[in-house]
């Protein structure tokens, strides 16, 4: 079964903590990004690579950190620089047009 | 600067009729549009796109309009059922240059009355 996992599904961090988030894919997608969704708003990019090795920032990448070091694999570090960590977090992946999501993260940060 | 934009919050409808979802964009550049539907604590799934090169996709119980000149995209969905409740995000993406790249509305909120 193909598909993007994420977890875990709720994850909860003290302040000043750096927490990193898990992005698996086995879609053989070259490209994968990383948004965040808050009540009321749309999906704001974080990250996006486009192959292994490389990897850009979005919109909103300010206390965020990522890695590309395998092409099913792209983990999102929040690190405690970021103000406003509590979110919905979301992967995905793409070839062509079309994105494709996991199931999200849910991460609580008090 | 909001390049896509859904002005309508929410959307209520009863069951068996016509829901149509907006979305206006201000990017010219943008040629390719989709429609996502999301259930709450879900990821997104993919419903639907168009090209620019397009003004009309159908897909079942689903279609979608494009106005290039008026930089507006539709979503209809005909007949509406409960299980379609959700919020509905449109995103666009400028396939020749971005990659893939995706920017969204901020949603609507869908629900079908029985």
């Known amino acids: 079964d193909g598909g993007i996992t994420q977890s875990p599904k709720y994850l909860f961090r003290k302040e000043g903590q750096n927490v990193t988030l898990s992005c698996e894919q086995n879609?053989?997608?070259?490209?994968m990004y990383w948004y965040r969704q808050d009540p009321g708003q749309g999906l704001r990019l974080i990250y996006y690579s486009q192959i292994v090795n490389d990897f850009q920032k979005g919109d909103i990448a300010e206390g965020y950190s990522v890695s590309r070091e395998k092409k099913e694999s792209f983990p999102l570090t929040v690190t405690s620089a970021q103000k406003n960590p509590t979110a919905f977090y979301l992967c995905?992946?793409?070839?062509?047009?079309?994105?494709?999501f996991g199931p999200g993260t849910r991460l609580t940060v008090t | 600067d909001q390049q896509v934009k859904q002005n309508s919050p929410s959307l209520s409808v009863q069951e068996g009729r016509i829901s149509i979802l907006n979305c206006d964009y201000t990017n010219s550049m943008f040629d390719y549009f989709l429609w996502y539907k999301k259930y709450p604590a879900e990821g997104p799934t993919f419903l639907i796109s168009i090209s620019s090169i397009k003004d009309k996709n159908e897909d079942g119980r689903f279609t979608v309009f494009l106005n290039k000149s008026a930089k507006h995209l539709s979503l209809h969905i005909v007949p509406s059922q409960p299980g379609d409740s959700a919020v509905y995000f449109c995103a666009a993406s400028m396939l020749g240059t971005s990659y893939g790249k995706l920017t969204f509305g901020q949603g609507t909120i869908l629900t079908v009355h029985p």
């Open positions: 879609l053989n997608h070259d490209a």
């Open positions: 995905a992946s793409s070839i062509g047009g079309e994105q494709y």
